[in-house]
């Protein structure tokens, strides 16, 4: 599978970002995709899933203002970022697996597919 992720950029606190991920390969209706992020020095870590075409899952930290959506007919996956803030600000990376379990979503170390980022920064 590969992945490709676009649409960051650099913005102001409160304004919306809409991130795409454009998957191809082994990208099936039941495909698990997830978003991650990684700030400078920290560790990567869940934004969001959605679990094989069924539930999504949040970071509590996004909930409410993050929105993820796919269309699988195009192999596209979205989040929507609303009233972006500051601590938003990191490389945003997307993730697929067609065998992550659920208790697992939130790991990095559960997939195996990755695209290669692309910046977010929000400025105060």
């Known amino acids: 599978v590969q992945l490709q992720a676009s649409g960051g950029g650099w913005v102001q606190t409160g304004d919306s970002l809409r991130l795409s991920c454009a998957a191809s390969g082994s990208f099936v209706v039941s495909s698990t995709v997830t978003w991650f992020r990684q700030a400078p020095g920290k560790e990567r870590e869940f934004v969001a899933s959605?679990?094989?075409?069924?539930?999504?899952y949040y970071a509590d930290s996004v909930k409410g203002r993050f929105t993820m959506s796919r269309d699988n007919a195009k192999k596209q996956v979205y989040l929507q970022m609303n009233s972006l803030k500051p601590e938003d600000t990191a490389v945003y990376y997307c993730?697929?697996?067609?065998?992550?379990?659920?208790?697992?979503?939130?790991?990095?170390?559960?997939?195996?597919?990755w695209g290669q980022g692309t910046q977010v920064t929000v400025s105060s």
């Open positions: 993730a697929l697996s067609n065998r992550v379990i659920l208790s697992s979503i939130r790991a990095p170390g559960s997939y195996a597919s």
């Open positions: 959605n679990f094989r075409n069924a539930n999504t």
